[in-house]
């Protein structure tokens, strides 16, 4: 039916912190996953613009209604403004691989769209919304099983995407996931962020800190385990900068999430059939962003050994293993896996 010359595939990662595209034309970006509306007359004239996504977004975020379209492995819904976000932040993604909603003529586009576990449960009719005139065909898949096939991880192998909003993890056994193959956790990088607030609160509470200030004290010194040196910040107490020791909260809030994350990968586990477990404990694949937090891989293999021990990998790409997995699976589907929502 359609002329493969005139398709354009494209892979699109939807993630609360980040969002990636990687296109069949060869091109591939990533964006912070923000958008954000001047909030008065002022704020408009200086920037010149009625939106802002990614970066630029986050940038000037003093000037601007911000939202993030995607919270807690959900799409947000509620006002005309958050779902507006969504589609922003889609259109921009296409926009940078050359196909925005004025760069199309004539070229069909076909997009594999990988979603948190949860948001492919809840929010899918709400995402094929906003994809309407977007794109021509629409597949909505888990961002799990899209780093799954990526990495060609398809048979006996257990995915753990530790991302911002959520930790997808992700049994596969050859075949299309289901739902008893999956988990998502709330106890991913914005958790990480939230409790090392209320640590270096609870013990500087002199100190004046923001989210975004937290969030990079994090990305620059994340660890579990032995700490490699002191982890020194500075914050304002009463106007001034001032050095503080954040060493012992960063170690805390960083290992609290290998507890959940270590039992949910146990328990996936324990559901596999007895014979393939063994293939699956030495075959644990870990991709997301908070796999920047120094050690997480030994500390999962460790617990591992709760159950006769395993073998725990970091993926190569972490920023664009699920959209080139979104990609991959788009190229490889046949014409009626699509779900088409145009023409
Ligand atoms: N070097 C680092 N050390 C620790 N954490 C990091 C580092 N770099 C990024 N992160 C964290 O990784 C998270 C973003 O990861 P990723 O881009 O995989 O998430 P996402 O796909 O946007 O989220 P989700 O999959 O939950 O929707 C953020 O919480 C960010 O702070
Ligand atoms: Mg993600």
Known sequence: MTDNNEVLFVGIDLGTSRSAISASNGQRCAVDSYVGWPVDMVARKILRRSVLVGKEALDNRSMLDLRRPLERGLLKEGSERDADAVRQLLSHLLGLVGVGEEGRSGVKVRAVVGVPAEALRVSKQQLRNVMKGL?????????????????????????????????????????????????????????????????????????????????????????????????????????????????????????????PLAETMIDLIAKVDPEYQEKVRNNVILAGGSTGIAGIDRALQEALKEIGGGRVQIVKDPVFVGSDGSLAIATDADDVDWEKLSG
Request: with cysteine.
């Open 135 to 259: 794109v021509d065909g629409l597949l909505i898949v888990s961002e799990p099983f899209a780093v799954a096939y990526a990495v060609d991880a398809l048979l006996h192998a257990l995915i753990v995407d530790i991302g911002a909003g959520t930790t997808d993890l992700c049994v596969m056994n050859g075949r299309y996931p289901t739902e008893g193959d999956q988990r998502t956790l709330l106890n991913a990088g914005d958790w990480v962020d939230e409790q090392l607030s209320k640590l270096i609160q609870a013990h500087h509470a002199e100190a004046t800190i923001s989210p975004f200030m937290v969030r990079e004290w994090k990305e620059r010194a994340a660890f579990v385990g032995k700490a490699k040196g002191p982890v020194i910040v500075s914050a304002p107490v009463k106007g001034k900068p001032t050095q503080l020791d954040i060493t012992e909260e960063m170690r805390t809030a960083c290992e609290g999430l290998v507890p």
